[in-house]
């Protein structure tokens, strides 16, 4: 009989990552309803939607880029202002959530610690804000598991309610960690065999 954890496993691809992450359990009202989820803070929420709109946005770029490649051009170098900006509210972010944290995250969940448990089934507001890209994202996920680890808690969590675009914009940031994790794996063995010889 194969568990949640296990059936989680073999759908998304999961990585070890350290990330800015704040939990809060959501209220009764919040979690019956269906709602994106909003923050308290107007620069999570500009965080957010500046990279939901460029996500948004890309099948445009690529549809000038085959008629217009100046145009193509230059809406690229105004999207890569625009990155740098997110980069400066992300900093301004972090600095509101928190140090970051070791987790284990795929499209389907996120597993990290905490000091208190949390019971099977509560819903949790998870705020993340995912480096270099500078990723902000506010997402609804449910406990699946909660076991004592020492002075923590090992939490694992499952999304609910993720849109297309937040999917999608995860599976990006993972895909691009695997490949960077990947080419540094490579980088250190070429550099190993090299200092043999």
Known sequence: MSTLDEEDRREYYRIEDTIALEIR???APEAAGQDVLQDASPLFNLLSELHLSEFESQHLLRQISERDRNT?????VLNKRIDLLSQVVALTVLGQIGEPQPVVISEGGIEFSAPN???LGTALSVKLVLMPQALGLLLRARVTHCAAKGAQFEVGTEFELISDAQRQLLARYILQKQAQERRLAREQNESSVTQKE
């Open 25 to 27: 359990p959501l209220s």
């Open 117 to 119: 448990a949390f019971a």
């Open 72 to 76: 193509a051009s230059y809406l690229k």
